[in-house]
């Protein structure tokens, strides 16, 4: 019964090559985080999407970027990996961009290495 | 910049007794907390939430305080269970924007 599904689990890529991680919700929620998580450290927001309007954090590298086709699908592709990029990827989704009353709902993540 | 933050990185407590787990944020503007609790392997997962115009909420076993003239959040667990081990994250919230901001967290072990 896995609301926010994130695919793969585990990514491993060359330093440079393209990849692409993949996120889907049954929740119908509007709005779809991504998060990037280091080792021992607090997630961070790379961007968001509430509905097909996309929200960058100032922060975020050029070398992410994200889709988001329909209302269930979200992908963030890292153009360029470097090593400073293996992290967890957290997706995450909620009803509105008001979260006093839709927190945020988590997936597993996908953890990537980069060789 | 503005960051939510942890005092204590770890925590070690006996199985049974009762944790305690702080946060300080800095952004007085913030009008909503969250708790998470993130198994390894696993995403954050909602605990408990507490808005700005309250200072106390309980659910199972949980209960957060929040004390605005000083900033500070905490978590508290009564008898805690091995199942409790895990990393805990507070995250604060403006009414405005969605952007959740996450402290640095901390991990809970339970001895059993």
């Known amino acids: 019964d896995a609301m926010v599904i994130q695919n793969p689990r585990y990514q491993v890529t060359q330093f440079g090559k393209p990849v692409t991680l993949s996120c889907s919700q049954t929740l119908n929620h509007n709005v779809m985080y991504w998060y990037q998580q280091k080792s021992s450290q607090a997630p961070k927001l790379l961007f968001h999407?509430?509905?097909?309007?996309?929200?960058n954090e100032a922060d975020t590298p050029d070398n992410f970027q994200s889709r988001r086709p329909n209302t269930s699908f979200c992908f963030l592709d890292i153009r360029s990996p470097g090593l400073g990029d293996a992290a967890m990827y957290l997706c995450?989704?909620?009803?509105?961009?008001?979260?006093?009353?839709?927190?945020?709902?988590f997936g597993n993540g996908t953890r990537l290495t980069v060789t | 910049g503005e960051s939510v933050g942890l005092h204590l990185p770890t925590l070690s407590v006996q199985e049974g007794d009762n944790s305690i787990i702080n946060c300080a944020y800095s952004n007085s503007a913030s009008d909503y907390f969250i708790w998470y609790k993130q198994e390894s392997g696993k995403g954050p997962q909602f605990i408990i939430d507490i808005r700005s115009n309250m200072d106390k909420r309980q659910g199972q076993r949980v209960t957060v305080l929040l004390n605005k003239t000083v900033k500070h959040l905490s978590l508290q667990i009564a008898a805690t269970q091995p199942g409790d081990s895990a990393v805990y994250f507070c995250?604060?919230?403006?009414?405005?924007?969605?952007?959740?901001?996450f402290g640095q967290g901390t991990e809970l072990s339970v001895k059993p």
């Open positions: 995250a604060e919230n403006k009414y405005q924007g969605g952007k959740l901001i």
């Open positions: 999407y509430y509905d097909k309007d996309f929200n």
């Open positions: 995450a989704t909620s009803s509105t961009r008001e979260l006093l009353n839709s927190p945020l709902h």
